[in-house]
């Protein structure tokens, strides 16, 4: 088709569009939800993702020591510590120095912990071994565990694992939702654009008989199946942003946490946003597409 | 040329509409379809539109066998000819330009050419001035004028025109004859499927008569000879 003709296409679809104004805002709300709860589940899901390559990126371990350890006994397991594969940094943590460390991450609330001194301390002496990458972990923490003087170890593994674990959680669970969502969003579409098709039957049986091709009918039904998936997607990624945006602000605006949770900085809005939009718009014109394509078997035919 | 060779129409419910049907119309002639109501005058129009297919016999429109014509084919066989009936058949939500125009669309003319030949088809009728209306608010006469129109623009080789006057009063009949005569001395074919007595003993055109799907005569500057 030449391109004028494209355009008088797109023109059909618009009016067809706004003829048929409430079936179209009906497809454009159910689209949108669909698009909307597919968007939160990307969101929540690129978020764990980002979280679990930045703890995997400074994977740490920590070694906790005994009791009463000697200086001489500790240095001696720092210079083994140091010959060991895969090792970019180590640290000896006193148990003095994870106290003060402690109070001064609880901030205002400090004074929950005056009780402990340099006596009744609770925490123990460790190491905190930053790792080159995350393949060296296990074999460092199985040297360690050997070591008479460990009393335990512990890595972000674990985080990691059930950081992960969520994520797939949540994409499993999320695109089950979403699945059932695009369903109801085809059907909602396909039916608006055989009610579009069905009160123009006259029309295109006129269109017919002066000689328009089945495909040059089909098209303005097309785009106008089409179009009420942008526009879905328009909307949907609208809301994402707004909702996203309001969800940012809150958690930039809480900075007591902001050192434990550091790990947990949600990503900024327009790293999210602009793939989401993408996906939206393809498969907002998708569905639309597709669903309209099957309302169009029964009146098109010449 | 349009010829009709040994052709039976046959509807589903066994009713016989058209009867081994021979009848050959010349280019540039102008042809009255007569007979009395379920004779298969509209059958015919029908068929000629590939609209329905004969039970047996063959159609041929210059030369070409309409049986052997592929599906995709239709629409473009259908754009060589103009069709008109009683009802008109406008598009409701387009105004008396974009009617016209929608038939050049079809064919994906340019906007310069629509534009230069829409108004100069819409004066030919009569109807420069009512360009902008919708067919809502036109006269019977007007409307038909704007079905001509359409049925015109593109320069078809035939015109079908199934009870074009049918809904029409005797002058706006007239008027609309006029058209339709201009149209065939332009070189058009017209094949006419009609009732109006008066047109057709006024017209002095071939007239071929039907009676239960049989031809039942066929004269040179004939008459409507038989009483419905
Ligand atoms: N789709 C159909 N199915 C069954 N029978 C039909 C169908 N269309 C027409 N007929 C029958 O075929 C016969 C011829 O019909 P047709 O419409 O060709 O007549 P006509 O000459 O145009 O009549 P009129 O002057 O009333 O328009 C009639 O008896 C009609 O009832
Ligand atoms: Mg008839």
């Known amino acids: 088709m030449k391109i004028r003709t494209w355009k008088r296409m797109v023109k059909q679809g618009f009016r067809n569009l706004f003829r048929n104004r409430i079936m179209s805002l009906a497809s454009v709300s159910a689209i949108a939800a669909a698009l909307f709860v597919l968007g939160l589940v990307l969101a929540v899901v690129m978020n764990m993702n980002n979280m679990v390559s930045g703890l995997e990126s400074k994977v740490e371990v920590t070694v906790f020591l005994k009791e009463n350890i000697r200086q001489a006994d500790i240095d001696n397991l720092d210079r083994q510590i140091n010959s060991w594969e895969g090792i970019s940094e180590r640290q000896f943590i006193s148990r003095q120095e994870a106290l003060n460390t402690w109070k001064e991450e609880w901030g205002d609330k400090r004074y929950l912990l005056d009780g402990y001194n340099e006596e009744n301390n609770p925490l123990p002496d460790s190491f905190r071994i930053t790792v080159e990458k995350p393949e060296f972990v296990e074999e460092i923490v199985e040297k360690a565990k050997k070591s008479s003087m460990v009393e335990k170890v512990q890595y972000s593994k674990d985080v990691v694992d059930s950081i992960t674990n969520i994520a797939s959680t949540a994409r499993v669970f999320g695109l089950m939702i979403v699945g059932v969502l695009i369903a109801m969003a085809m059907v909602i579409i396909h039916n608006t654009i055989r009610i579009s098709v069905y009160s123009r039957r006259r029309e295109i049986n006129i269109m017919k008989y002066i000689g328009a091709t089945d495909w040059y009918i089909r098209w303005p039904f097309l785009m106008e199946g089409m179009l009420l998936g942008l526009i879905g997607a328009v909307v949907s990624g609208g809301l994402i942003g707004l909702v996203y945006s309001l969800l940012e602000k809150r958690m930039s605006s809480s900075p007591a946490q902001s050192n434990l949770l550091s790990l947990f900085q949600i990503l900024p809005l327009n790293i999210i946003l602009y793939p989401i939009l993408a996906l939206f718009i393809v498969v907002g014109g998708i569905v639309g597409i597709s669903a309209s394509l099957l309302s169009m078997r029964k009146h098109l035919r010449v | ?228």
């Open chain 2, 1 to 228: 040329m349009i010829q009709f060779a040994n052709v039976t129409k046959e509807y589903d419910n066994g009713l016989r509409a058209l009867n081994d049907v021979n009848l050959a119309v010349q280019n540039g002639e102008f042809v009255f379809i007569v007979g009395p109501s379920g004779a298969g005058k509209s059958t015919l129009i029908k068929l000629l539109l590939k609209e329905i297919e004969p039970t047996s016999g063959k159609l041929f429109v210059d030369d070409v066998d309409l049986s052997q014509m592929k599906r995709r084919d239709i629409p473009f066989y259908r754009r060589n000819i103009g069709v008109v009936f009683q009802d008109f058949r406008l598009l409701s939500d387009k105004t008396v330009y974009e009617n016209v125009a929608y038939a050049m669309e079809i064919i994906e003319a340019s906007g310069k050419a629509i534009r230069r030949q829409v108004p100069a088809v819409l004066s030919m009728v009569g109807l420069a001035s009512k360009a902008n209306s919708y067919p809502s608010q036109l006269s019977g006469g007007e409307q038909q004028r704007t079905a001509l129109a359409r049925a015109l623009v593109n320069n078809p080789s035939i015109l079908l025109a199934d009870e074009p006057t049918g809904n029409l009063d005797s002058a706006t009949a007239a008027d609309i004859m006029k058209i339709i005569n201009m149209i065939n001395h332009r070189g058009t074919t017209v094949l006419m499927a009609t009732h109006a007595k008066e047109i057709v003993n006024t017209m002095k055109k071939r007239v071929v008569t039907f009676q239960k799907g049989v031809v039942v005569s066929d004269m040179e500057k004939g008459e409507y000879f038989f009483e419905d």
